[in-house]
């Protein structure tokens, strides 16, 4: 079902940037640190999409900013754990905008499989 872009569960982050969905789908299995995330990312990939630093940590703040994920107050045994990470989840609001841009893209797919027909596009 297509949407009119008011109807959005947040109007600034659509479309969603490759970056900020691979954030929110890392966040949909659990709440992670920044460099595990960034594993994650990297790991889902195979490195095609290898952010820095700086452009992981930028984008988490967006995210942060919106309301699409939120640090947690809760950390891990103190005794496993590095007290400089910060941990993050996904809100109900960041899962809301990660399906709807996992349609939209579903959609694009869809109208561009008969026109460029190959095996590796979902139909």
Do not use: W
């Not at 460099?35 to 942060?64: C, W």
């Not at 994920?69 to 990470?85: A, G, V």
């Not at 709807?100 to 590796?120: D, G, N, T, Y």
């Amino acid at each position: 079902m297509s949407r009119g872009r008011s109807e959005h569960a947040n109007t600034e982050l659509h479309p969603l940037p490759p970056l900020l969905l691979h954030i929110l789908v890392t966040l949909a299995d659990g709440e992670r640190h920044g460099y595990a995330i960034l594993r994650e990312i990297r790991s889902r990939t195979n490195a095609a999409l290898d952010p820095g630093a700086g452009s992981l940590y930028a984008a988490i703040q967006k995210l942060l900013n919106e309301g699409a994920i939120e640090e947690c107050s809760e950390r891990p045994d103190p005794h496993l754990d590095d007290k400089r990470r910060r941990y993050y989840r996904i809100t109900e609001l960041g899962r809301r905008i990660a399906t709807e841009e996992v349609e939209r893209l579903q959609e694009v797919i869809r109208f561009a499989h008969p026109k460029f027909p190959s095996k590796s596009l979902v139909s």
